[in-house]
């Protein structure tokens, strides 16, 4: 296994048995709002200070630029770190079990290594660039779909960004007229990871954060997608906006969506 590939699973698996030790008393669980629909619960810190620790063990001197405490700065800029110790925060403090851990490497802005555990049902996606990506040690493919009519496409309300609720609905309809089904499941992680696996056969969301999407980023396009933004373009991890999928489901996504998009989801 590649060497940075192995501290960013003992990273996640750390931050997993602290969520899960959490998961079992929820009720003594803090919950704050750092924004609008955006919370963060003690539980979110603890999983990211128990991820920097596994890193900076290994890497004392790399960058690690995380969901709760920001960057953290290490004298070694070409190597960033990016985290989210608690994907689907939502999930986790009503106790739905869908949430995840998410962490990628990128090495002089190429993302190197990527995870996205799951600790509720034990699985753990990964992906080195070049080599492909795997779920506990088995190589998976994205669906070889090459139409909507049969697909099952994921994907996240704007509830942070709800300026696109209109053009998002818009959007959502058109999509929905033409796959099968849609799915809002709440970790833009897993549901990049569950296209990767071939359980979703395409994704889209608008207004993510670089540590919601790095790690499915990899993950995905080393399984055989395709990921873009809105317009096709690969400005998804600054814009937030993203689509992906098999690539014939992702050029047919960004076909019907690109009609529907306002100004600001063209950037």
């Keep these: 296994m590649h060497p940075m ?12 048995q602290t969520i899960m030790r959490a998961y079992t008393e929820l009720d003594r669980v803090e919950v704050s709002a750092k924004g609008i629909n955006d919370f963060v619960t003690s539980v979110d810190k603890e999983a990211e200070a128990a991820i920097t620790y596994q890193i900076r063990k290994s890497y004392p001197d790399h960058t690690i630029v995380g969901e709760e405490k920001g960057e953290n700065r290490g004298e070694n800029k070409d190597y960033i770190w990016i985290v989210d110790p608690l994907d689907g925060t939502n999930n986790f403090v009503r106790g739905i079990p869908h949430f995840a851990v998410s962490i990628a490497l990128q090495h002089k802005g ?68 033409q796959c099968s089904d849609l799915r809002r499941a709440g970790s833009a992680a897993l549901d990049l990871a569950y296209v990767a696996a071939g359980r979703l056969d395409g994704f889209f969301e608008i207004g993510l954060k670089p540590w919601d999407i790095a790690a499915g980023d990899l993950i995905c396009r080393e399984a055989g997608g395709t990921v873009t933004d809105f317009t096709g ?15 014939k489901v992702t050029t047919e996504l960004v076909k019907t969506m690109r009609p529907l998009l306002n100004e600001g989801l063209k950037r």
Excluded: C, W
């Design 233 to 247: 373009g690969h400005n998804y991890l600054i814009s937030g906006n993203i689509v992906a999928g098999s690539p």
């Design 110 to 177: 190429k993302t190197e290594v990527a995870v996205v555990y799951d600790p509720v049902r034990e699985e753990l996606f990964t992906a080195i660039r070049g080599k492909g990506a795997k779920l506990n040690d088995f190589r998976i493919r994205v669906t070889n779909v090459t139409e909507l009519a049969p697909t099952i496409i994921g994907t996240g309300f704007p509830f942070k960004a709800r300026q696109h609720t209109e053009s998002y609905m818009a959007i959502f309809g058109e999509v929905f007229g």
């Design 5 to 16: 590939l192995t501290i960013a699973v003992r990273a996640a698996r750390a931050a997993g």
